[in-house]
């Protein structure tokens, strides 16, 4: 599995993410052989938050399907999120420093490696904030910090206050779910794909060295369903992905991540499989690399424009 540097100077980590939002939906016995099955093929990567599954129920699942011990902690990448609560978001130092200690306690580990705010807190307090984060990178509690789904002028007000924390955004991005990328080629331009909605968070990403982690990469829109296998919807951009699938001997799942890799951004794909199987058909995505023929023609298939 191909690695990449996530921000400027932190871990290495595989381009490739386990999401762990759905781990609960499996058998303890089918959760564990996902979990191996990641490890085996390098995807050693495993995302998680606080809600998942409820009150944390996800990973608490994950610790306990695979059998958590430190010599297999020490194989794995943990990432998790904090800062949404029933009824609202919540950036306070109270409750960072208090999600980060009942991750750890779920997970059965020491530390994290990498700690995400998860949707923005309009309320946050950027001090506040970087406090939480000193105590717990100097207690060893949390290694990296990150956001999710932040705009660049949140990341700013954050690093400011925070040294130049912020490692990661999570930000959902797919072949059809590409509003960072249509505003960047429709600069200028009277037409929707124009709207920059982002505020040029894909630049800013890659001018402050901060690696953009796509979830939802088989998704059109907010968990509105796949494009994948969606001929209704997306018949072109299905006959298209098959195509290019046969040429490389994979299938379109792998030419959907590879799709998101090809990217010069160095952006790592968070996937939320639970199948096993359909987890070692993306990672065959590692092999492919898409010439630039082939990344427009599947962004056009999409329904997108070039100018």
Not at 82 to 90: L, T, V
Not at 100 to 108: Q, V
């Amino acid at each position: 599995m191909k690695q990449i540097v996530l921000g400027k100077n932190g871990p290495k980590a595989p381009q490739i993410g386990l999401g762990c939002m759905r781990l609960t939906g499996l058998q303890a016995a089918e959760a564990e052989r996902l979990i191996r099955t990641a490890m085996e093929l390098g995807v050693c990567f495993f995302d998680h938050a606080d809600i998942y599954g409820g009150d944390g129920a996800c990973e608490s699942f994950f610790a306990e399907s695979c059998h958590m011990t430190p010599a297999l902690r020490e194989q794995m990448i943990l990432q998790t999120k904090c800062g949404i609560r029933p009824g609202f978001f919540d950036f306070s130092k109270e409750h960072i420093l208090n999600s980060a200690e009942a991750s750890l306690r779920r997970l059965k580990t020491d530390y994290l490696d990498v700690l995400l705010l998860h949707r923005p807190d309009t309320l946050m307090e950027p001090e506040e904030v970087a406090e939480a984060f000193r105590l717990l990178r100097e207690s060893g509690k949390v290694r990296f910090f990150g956001v999710s789904n932040q705009n660049p002028g949140q990341m700013a007000l954050l690093n400011e206050a925070c040294g130049g924390a912020i490692l990661v955004n999570q930000l959902q991005l797919s072949i059809a779910h590409c509003g960072m990328i249509d505003a960047g080629l429709n600069v200028n331009m009277e037409n929707g794909a124009s709207v920059d909605h982002d505020n040029g968070v894909l630049e800013y990403c890659r001018l402050h060295h901060i690696t953009i982690q796509a979830w939802s990469p088989f998704q059109y829109g907010m968990f509105e369903g796949v494009f994948l296998g969606n001929t209704e919807k997306f018949a072109k951009l299905n006959e298209v992905a098959e195509r290019i699938a046969q040429k490389y001997g994979v299938t379109s799942t792998a030419i959907a991540v590879a799709w998101i890799s090809r990217h010069p951004a160095k952006i790592q794909t968070i996937v939320g499989t639970t199948n096993a199987q359909r987890l070692r058909e993306i990672c065959a995505s590692d092999a492919v690399e898409l010439t630039r023929e082939e990344w427009y023609e599947l962004y056009l298939a999409a329904g997108k424009r070039l100018p």
